[in-house]
């Protein structure tokens, strides 16, 4: 079987995300450094999680406030050594992505050294650029070495993000149709509808800088991969690209939205506890999100064990319990444990993994329904049974 780095890559690179944000709320240089690391790992793993990061800082440090930083001190130069292996390493023991990035580096660097600088196009806006940066310094008469320095690493910052820019539109052939059917298969457009609403609450709650960089580097990402995520037309190669960045960037936009609605709570409050099969849990890990959102704990309890399911209940006292899992598949209820039906998710997924297929919209859909159920046990002599 063949390795598939984008499981391990998408684990160090969101724990490297939230370290910095960590880092960030607590002043914990160590953080910072660990951030960074984790990040470089990622980037180890998949070369282009580099490229996207890099893009995400030139973009972030053109505009940002000059001190705001994604994560504590030590993330760049962690990065930066982490980053520096990964080119070294692929140098030395070159894959399939190092000929498919090749190329677009060429096409880079063969538009930055043709007269394509002078089209006026491109040298127009640049000079309007420069123009009013220095007019904007002299006016406000901030020209010391350190704003001129400033200056000039953001028209850097903004130059290294134009390439990035030039390198994607350059070299790609975008297809929106196909990267639709693959939103509309694997995230559904209720989840997308939630994330484009929950990207404002992002921005709105984000606490450090770090957790706005965050953002912004996932849309970046989400933005090449939709227009060009280079994919066969095969349902497992396009979850394999969007897996890393994308759906986690619109599984917590989405989340963000959906708990800012009214009454979201009623379904699942702060604080309450999930319940789920223990084979569920680890095929959809779809405990992590309201351990993160609602502040909710996950138990890992098969269905068949209504003995430790009761015992769970009796033990949490007050604390609301709800069971999450597949319509239809629920645990059979005895004694004075009760299942009352909360709410109901049909949605449908591609079955098709490695087959080729014919037409678009003929993608082997499957109808998956899930189920939410709040756990409660009848008062009287049996409540205090262990």
Not at 330 to 354: C, D, E, H, I, K
Request: hydrophobic share 55%; proline share 7%; net charge positive.
């Amino acid at each position: 079987m063949r390795f598939m780095p984008e499981i391990p890559s998408q684990y160090f690179l969101w724990a490297g995300l939230w370290a910095g944000a960590t880092s960030l709320s607590s002043d914990a240089s160590r953080l910072g450094a660990l951030s960074g690391l984790a990040v470089g790992v990622a980037g180890l793993m998949r070369l282009d999680v580099l490229i996207h990061v890099a893009a995400g800082l030139a973009l972030w440090k053109a505009f940002a406030p000059r001190h705001s930083w994604p994560a504590g001190r030590g993330f760049v130069p962690a990065l930066a050594v982490m980053a520096a292996y990964a080119i070294v390493h692929q140098a030395l023991f070159p894959t399939h992505y190092a000929a498919e990035m090749s190329p677009r580096l060429r096409i880079v660097l063969q538009y930055l050294s043709s007269y394509h600088l002078l089209d006026y196009r491109v040298a127009g806006p640049a000079a309007l650029t420069l123009t009013m940066v220095a007019v904007a310094l002299v006016r406000t008469g901030r020209t010391d070495g350190a704003t001129l320095l400033w200056t000039g690493l953001r028209i850097a910052a903004m130059a290294a993000f134009a390439a990035y820019a030039v390198a994607i539109v350059a070299t790609a052939w975008p297809d929106f149709a196909t990267n639709l059917a693959w939103l509309r298969i694997y995230a559904g457009w209720p989840i997308a509808l939630a994330a484009v609403i929950g990207v404002p609450c992002w921005l709105r709650r984000a606490r450090n800088s770090a957790e706005r960089f965050a953002l912004v580097f996932a849309l970046v990402a989400t933005a090449q991969l939709f227009y060009y995520p280079p994919v066969s037309p095969q349902p497992l190669w396009a979850i394999r690209r969007f897996l890393r960045i994308a759906f986690p960037l619109a599984a917590i936009a989405a989340g963000l939205a959906l708990s800012s609605l009214a009454g979201i709570g009623a379904l699942i409050p702060r604080g309450a506890v999930i319940v789920g099969d223990p084979a569920f849990f680890a095929e959809s890990q779809l405990h992590i999100a309201p351990w993160i959102l609602r502040d909710a704990p996950a138990f890992f309890v098969s269905r068949t064990r209504t003995d430790s399911l009761r015992e769970l209940r009796a033990a949490m006292g007050d604390r609301p319990m709800f069971w999450v899992g597949p319509t239809g598949r629920s645990p059979v209820t005895t004694g004075n444990l009760q299942l009352v039906p909360v709410a109901n998710y049909t949605f449908s997924v591609a079955t098709r993994r490695m087959e080729p297929y014919d037409s678009r919209d003929d993608l082997g859909l499957r109808e998956i329904s899930l189920a939410l159920y709040r756990v409660d046990l009848e008062p009287g002599p049996q409540t205090s049974e262990r």
